[in-house]
């Protein structure tokens, strides 16, 4: 399911912003706010997550007048908050840990034997498709517990990656990560995601 | 030679396209001959397929009416600056 605002409709969606349009502010405030909430969530705990969003979007009403489209809307956001956040981390001399060490989840890596050939393979081929799956409303339910487990910056990768369709490049640039960690980031989060639904489809339990 | 366990490390970065051409190369050969890491490699696919197909994330009402506040008191202010001005 792809809602995003398409081009032509974020020009518009721009010029209202810039005029100050209450009705466009309320929109794009649902359609960005999710998306700006997991960059934040990156570097921060979720009640300054929360806050620094609401910062941002204050500075947005000044900020958009001199916003040249050089970048989608969307990216342009994401820095914003991506900025904020590094700022305040600098004033409060706090980086954020991260472990980039391990490319594959213990849970997987337990399944091979010491010649490196599968001990326990994986058993069923995920065969329906995602949005079949996603019919499935334990499996949603599943998926987001799951997801609220992942480590922050698992979890920002991926949904900046995978839910908001941001190039590699954009999500190395708004979560200050190089290419190499962000393929790590994303490698585990996926790990994760498949041994769930994996655990899932075997027992039916979460 | 490419084991299973070296393939799976390298997973995500064969299914978004990033591996250069020698490895790419040896991921192939070793899927023609390996249903097991084909299961693996489909699966994890669709492990990505599923997230981008879930919700890009959902925030709570309450913090979105939160921000709409703020948002909606911040444009007055500047209204009224802009209205002070001319």
């Known amino acids: ?206 | 030679m490419l084991m299973c366990r070296d393939l799976a490390e390298i997973a995500s970065d064969y299914i978004d396209g990033e591996l250069n051409g020698r490895q790419n190369l040896s991921v192939k050969m070793h899927l023609m001959m390996c249903k097991d890491c084909r299961t693996f490699i489909g699966n994890l696919r669709a492990s990505s397929n599923l997230l981008s197909a879930h919700s890009s994330g959902k925030a709570d009402e309450e913090f979105l009416r939160r921000i709409d506040e703020r948002v909606a008191e911040a444009l007055s202010v500047r209204k009224n600056k802009c209205s002070d001005s001319e």
């Open chain 1, 1 to 206: 399911m792809n809602t995003a605002v398409q081009p032509e409709s974020e020009a518009s969606l721009i010029e209202d912003l810039k005029r100050g349009d209450s009705t466009a502010y309320r929109r794009a405030v649902r359609e960005y706010s999710p998306g700006m909430l997991a960059v934040a969530r990156f570097y921060l705990d979720h009640s300054s997550a929360e806050e620094i969003v609401q910062d941002c979007w204050v500075t947005v009403i000044d900020a958009v007048q001199k916003f040249e489209g050089r970048s989608g809307l969307k990216t342009w956001l994401h820095r914003i908050v991506a900025n904020r956040c590094k700022n305040r981390l600098r004033t409060a001399k706090r980086e954020v840990a991260t472990d980039f060490s391990e490319t594959l989840e213990p849970e997987l890596a337990n399944r091979f034997n010491s010649t490196g050939r599968w001990d326990l393979p994986p058993k069923l081929q995920f065969h329906d498709s995602a949005d079949t799956l996603m019919e499935n409303g334990a499996l949603s339910d599943c998926l987001d517990k799951h997801l609220s487990t992942l480590p922050e910056t698992q979890r920002s990768a991926l949904m900046l990656y995978e839910a908001h369709q941001h190039k590699s490049d954009d999500v190395c640039n708004i979560l200050d990560v190089s290419a190499s960690n962000l393929r790590v980031l994303l490698h585990r989060a996926r790990q994760k995601i498949f041994l769930m639904v994996e655990t899932f489809q075997e027992t039916g339990e979460c």
